[in-house]
């Protein structure tokens, strides 16, 4: 049963609606933080539990982080509202950009900018796989398992399954013994 | 042709076990899913599914949304449909799980495992991202004006503040002008 101050399932559908709609890029952890506490929904402990947990789950962070938050207010319910409203817009957005892409992209004019914009987001990429290598800066074994990582993939075409199950697994093993050391020492 | 039904099945079993697989934000999922998309079942070419991830850069929400772009082009017959079902296998799986955790929630928050989980997860998602380099290499034009744009893009990425669609749109920009 919903708190007697609990939001209403369409202000819960039209709060992540508005957010999913307009956040480019990153920035979209601050809006939800910054819209779920204005509201009252929830206090900062809670909030950043649950952005811990939409980021370790499987799933786009903004929609987890959502879902958890639409489930916090108004339960299974709020869940489903939440999720609607943080997928739709990107949903009939991204459907608007595909129809015109399918119309023009034949177009000379358009398949040079299409060609300009894949060699853009292929730097973002490179770019994102920096920063996260960096972040790994911290232990040579991390290092090693995303050069092993990369490796079997591009030469191996090892599924994606298989990939987490075993160089996951092996960071998650290393990750626990180094807990451990840590914990004795 | 195959038929719609069947090409709809196939959809459904790629992307709902890539939304299960799609830790770290999904990041990593790229590779298998230009695997599936482009060398088994054939529903995009490569330089489709650089371009549609570039769409899904440049849209706001989740990049992955360019799942649905990929069940638009799948499904000929019924390509809303197609970009529908996508779009639920893609979203639909991991958001369950994340509803059916929230029990569970209080106690993981606080447990030393959710830490252990996310780093020890996290340097294999990192070879992926990597390896989705090479996935999203392989549809870029590869030509030196277009080298250029890309090794442009990674310094001011890095070293400035500018947002990610920007640079895209910048790109796009460079390939009017020269890589018609």
Redesign the interface.
């Known amino acids: 049963m919903p708190a007697k101050d609990a939001p209403s399932l369409v202000r819960v559908a039209v709060t992540f609606a508005s957010i999913s709609a307009t956040s480019f890029g990153g920035g979209q952890k601050a809006s939800i933080r910054q819209s779920v506490m204005a509201a009252g929904w929830m206090d900062a402990d809670a909030f950043l539990d649950g952005l811990e947990v939409a980021q370790v789950m499987p799933g786009p962070n903004l929609l987890n982080l959502a879902i958890y938050c639409g489930q916090r207010v108004r339960g299974i319910p709020g869940a489903i509202a939440a999720f609607f409203g943080a997928s739709v817009p990107p949903f009939a957005i991204v459907l608007i950009a595909g129809a015109l892409y399918f119309k023009y992209a034949s177009n000379p004019f358009v398949h040079g900018a299409l060609r300009g914009c894949a060699a853009g987001a292929l730097g973002l990429t490179v770019a994102n796989a920096i920063e996260l290598t960096w972040d790994e800066r911290r232990s040579w074994i991390a290092i090693a398992l995303v050069a092993a990582t990369a490796l079997a993939v591009w030469l191996l075409k090892l599924p994606l399954l298989l990939v987490l199950a075993v160089f996951g697994g092996a960071g998650i093993a290393a990750e626990r013994l180094r807990a451990q050391r840590t914990a004795r020492a | 042709m195959p038929s719609a039904l069947h090409n709809l099945l196939d959809i459904v079993g790629v992307f709902a076990?890539?939304?299960?697989?799609?830790?770290?934000?999904?990041?990593?999922?790229i590779?298998?899913m230009h695997?599936d998309a482009v060398t088994t079942y054939h529903w995009v070419t490569s330089?489709q599914f650089?371009?549609?991830?570039?769409?899904?850069?440049?849209?706001?929400?989740?990049?992955?949304?360019?799942a649905?772009?990929i069940g638009?082009a799948a499904v000929p017959q019924r390509p809303?449909l197609g970009?529908?079902v996508a779009?639920a296998a893609m979203?639909l799986p991991?958001?369950a799980?994340?509803?059916g955790?929230?029990s569970l929630?209080?106690r993981?928050?606080a447990s030393?495992w959710?830490?252990?989980?996310?780093?020890?997860?996290?340097?294999?998602?990192?070879?992926?991202?990597?390896?989705?380099?090479?996935s999203?290499?392989r549809?870029?034009?590869a030509t030196p004006i277009?080298?250029v744009?890309?090794?442009?893009?990674?310094v001011l990425?890095?070293r400035t503040k500018i947002?990610?669609?920007l640079?895209?749109?910048?790109?796009?920009?460079?390939?009017?002008?020269?890589?018609?």
Do not use: C, H
Not at chain 2, 61 to 66: A, L, S, V
């Open positions: 076990q890539l939304s299960v697989l799609g830790f770290g934000g999904g990041k990593g999922i590779p298998q695997t330089e650089t371009q549609f991830y570039t769409i899904g850069k440049l849209v706001p929400g989740p990049t992955t949304i360019f649905a772009l638009y809303l970009a529908a779009t979203f991991s958001s799980m994340m509803m955790f929230d929630l209080a993981f928050a030393p959710r830490a252990t989980i996310s780093r020890g997860l996290a340097p294999a998602i990192v070879g992926l991202v990597w390896a989705s380099v090479l999203i290499g549809g870029a034009p277009a080298y744009t890309t090794a442009a893009v990674v990425m890095l947002s990610a669609p640079l895209i749109l910048l790109s796009g920009g460079v390939g009017v002008v020269a890589l018609r």
